[in-house]
T-cell receptor, first 113, second 113 residues
Framework: KAGVTQTPRYLIKTRGQQVTLSCSPI?????VSWYQQTPGQGLQFLFE???????NKGNFPGRFSGRQFSNSRSEMNVSTLELGDSALYLC????????????FGPGTRLLVL | AQSVTQPDIHITVSEGASLELRCNYS??????LFWYVQSPGQGLQLLLK??????LVQGIKGFEAEFKRSQSSFNLRKPSVHWSDAAEYFC???????????FGPGTSLSVIP
């Protein structure tokens, strides 16, 4: 089985722009979660989607949004980028939810200039 | 509020020595407990997990962890460390009433040949 894939792997944007990151889960997995990883804050939960519905959301501003498609692929969008949004964004998939084993993708490294 | 602490930011051990990484959590109910490892440039990989039952859990790569409810701890151990174990280790905790998992700040492991 192919693992979790994330595109793009690297991204450079400037302040004020918006960005869309993509995540393709392992085949058969219906839960997709997104995390932000920074040296200062560590791994922080952004949100989780299951069957195209957001089930839970972390403590991030509304500039961070996501969606999930019928094939379980997920996208996250960050609007009006700030310097502090520079981070590694990780996507994880599991069969039904975060309480199971989550399989992580390699991440998208976003640099905001 | 739920929290996860990993008291050791960085640990250095000699190859062949034993290893114990500490994890303490604060949760109201019986938690789900995980240990993940992140190697440089890699996504996170699950080492082991505890949901219920035997409090000593065996994982991959020769790792084990013990759940001690009285101490709110879930420490990770390995009897003999290999150079390839150098990585960042994350303890994570979830709870049945919440659809999210909280990650600890991580412990960076260096291995001296």
């Amino acid at each position: 089985k192919a693992g979790v894939t994330q595109t793009p792997r690297y991204l450079i944007k400037t302040r004020g722009q918006q960005v869309t990151l993509s995540c393709s889960p392992i085949s058969g997995h219906r839960s997709v979660s997104w995390y932000q990883q920074t040296p200062g804050q560590g791994l922080q939960f952004l949100f989780e989607y299951f069957s195209e519905t957001q089930r839970n959301k972390g403590n991030f501003p509304g500039r961070f949004s996501g969606r999930q498609f019928s094939n379980s692929r997920s996208e996250m969008n960050v609007s009006t980028l700030e310097l502090g949004d520079s981070a590694l964004y990780l996507c994880a998939s599991s069969m039904t939810g975060v309480h199971e084993t989550q399989y992580f993708g390699p991440g998208t490294r976003l640099l905001v200039l | 509020a739920q929290s996860v602490t990993q008291p050791d930011i960085h640990i250095t051990v000699s190859e062949g020595a034993s290893l114990e990484l500490r994890c303490n959590y604060s949760y109201g109910a019986t938690p789900y407990l995980f240990w993940y490892v992140q190697s440089p440039g890699q996504g996170l990989q699950l080492l082991l997990k505890y949901f219920s039952g035997d409090t000593l859990v065996q994982g991959i790569k020769g790792f084990e962890a013990e759940f001690k409810r009285s101490q709110s701890s879930f420490n990770l151990r390995k009897p003999s460390v290999h150079w390839s174990d150098a990585a960042e280790y994350f303890c994570a905790v979830g709870e049945t009433s919440y659809d999210k998992v909280i990650f600890g700040p991580g412990t960076s492991l260096s291995v001296i040949p």
